[in-house]
């Protein structure tokens, strides 16, 4: 009897940690059941339930260790807390592993110093609001009622004010029914209510500081019926994905033009290039009649309520032409044998750039400078786009040296004079790639 009776408490204690575990996907208008969190950083109790119970609003600020402008903003969130204690309760939702937080506090000050409560990625909150971009936050009532999530701009002290006084709520209500992160494709097909069966779509905005490879992978995850491929990038900015789902790689940044209202909340004025600022993840069947770099494209489109066009513009940039007949080809016709192996380039094309930052090229054909002068396969790229009106046949091989000094046109035209050919800036059509608001 006592071990029948030992086996039911057993089966107890499972059936009711597994609810426990159990994650469940909120969107905006569901209701969050009263849930208690242990190993809770910053709070007087080892246990905390949320939403907090007698406070007419618990914001879950989704962040990562990453996301610098979500760090800095945390002094903020801290006034407000203080100002509006009695009725609100923030809490730092963090996408990272406790060992990673406690790593970081020790270098960063306001993460070490901040009284707000922490829940780390053990507690799989996160999970429970997938986010489009760290720095989301999920506005909850007094009757736990989920009102909206919002990026981080809009948690102001007036909003948070007109929320408390009830006069009307200080966002537009979002019918949005969010995918799980956590769960496969399968799980989420019957999760989502929308018309997104086939595919799903995360867009994340990282910090500056997260340095990773700009590239484009993709893997393939099987499931019972057929294979899903994944599609992820950790890119630098909005130009690069414009340039990536167009498939115009190459095109020089100056042809990248934006028509947006908030274009510092797209393309933020970091301080240093190649700054990364988005990154996304895309799953999609791969028999599909659509492309998956369009529907890619209709994933970002709708996320950031902006358009990518290919079109052709009258734009500014650099005209290169001739003044002078200058005999240009190439001297000498380099071998194996005239340099290091090292030093070789394919097709006999040699490079070098001195101590002045003047790059030398020897044997080089006359396209291959202006690709590379564009692309900034010697330097960063110039401001505008070159324009080769020079008439110099483009196969032909030549000696050719620039001074790399993007940044003063002046200085660089000194340098090539003596070849007979300038820069002017001038307005020429090109194709270009358009980002407008829809």
């Not at 939403?51 to 969130?77: H, Q, R, W």
């Not at 004010?161 to 979002?174: A, C, G, N, Y």
Request: proline share 3%; charged share 25%; net charge positive.
């Amino acid at each position: 009897m006592k071990k029948y009776i030992v086996c039911i408490l057993l089966v107890c204690i499972a059936v009711l940690g597994y609810s426990q575990n159990t994650r469940t996907v909120f969107g905006v208008n569901d209701t969050m059941p009263f849930t208690n969190f242990n190993s809770i950083q910053n709070n007087t109790n080892k246990t905390l339930t949320l939403p907090v119970k007698d406070k007419k609003l618990t914001l879950f600020y989704i962040l990562n260790t990453s996301c610098i402008p979500c760090i800095k903003k945390i002094p903020t969130l801290e006034r407000y807390q203080k100002n509006y204690e009695k009725d609100i309760q923030i809490v730092l939702v963090f996408t990272d592993s406790l060992k990673k937080i406690n790593k970081v506090k020790e270098r960063v000050e306001i993460l070490r110093k901040t009284f707000l409560p922490i829940l780390s990625a053990e507690s799989g909150l996160d999970k429970q609001f997938p986010y489009k971009v760290y720095g989301e936050t999920i506005w909850i009532d007094e009757n736990r009622i989920i009102k909206n999530s919002t990026g981080s701009d809009e948690i102001k002290e007036e909003n948070i004010k007109i929320f408390l006084d009830k006069t009307k709520l200080p966002f537009v209500l979002e019918k949005t029914h969010y995918i799980d992160v956590s769960k496969g494709m399968l799980e989420n097909m019957k999760l989502d209510s929308g018309n997104r069966e086939l595919f799903s779509f995360h867009l994340f905005r990282i910090a500056p500081s997260f340095n990773t490879r700009a590239s484009t992978s993709s893997s393939e995850e099987p499931d019972p019926t057929e294979k899903i491929t994944r599609w992820y990038r950790y890119t630098s900015d909005l130009r690069t994905i414009g340039k990536h789902l167009l498939n115009k790689r190459y095109i020089h940044d100056s042809r990248v033009i934006f028509e947006v209202t908030n274009k510092e909340k797209l393309v933020p004025d970091y301080s240093q290039k190649g700054d990364n600022r988005f990154a996304f993840d895309f799953t999609f069947p791969p028999m599909t009649i659509v492309s998956a770099r369009e529907l890619m494209k209709q994933q970002f489109e709708s996320v950031l309520s902006i358009e990518f066009k290919d079109t052709v513009q009258n734009i500014e940039c650099y005209v290169m032409r001739r003044f002078k007949n200058v005999d240009i080809s190439q001297k000498h016709a380099y071998t194996n044998a005239d340099v290091p192996y090292e030093q070789l380039k394919t097709d006999n094309i040699l490079s070098k750039l001195d101590s002045q930052g003047i790059q030398h090229m020897q044997s080089w054909e006359w396209y291959g400078i202006i690709d590379a002068l564009n692309s900034g396969g010697f330097s960063r790229q110039f401001k505008y786009f070159i324009v080769d009106e020079t008439g110099i046949q483009r196969d032909l091989k030549v000696d050719f040296s620039i001074l790399l000094r993007t940044d003063n046109i002046e200085l660089v035209n000194q340098s090539i004079a003596k070849y007979g050919v300038k820069l002017e800036k001038a307005m020429r059509p090109l194709e270009i790639i358009l980002i407008r608001d829809k």
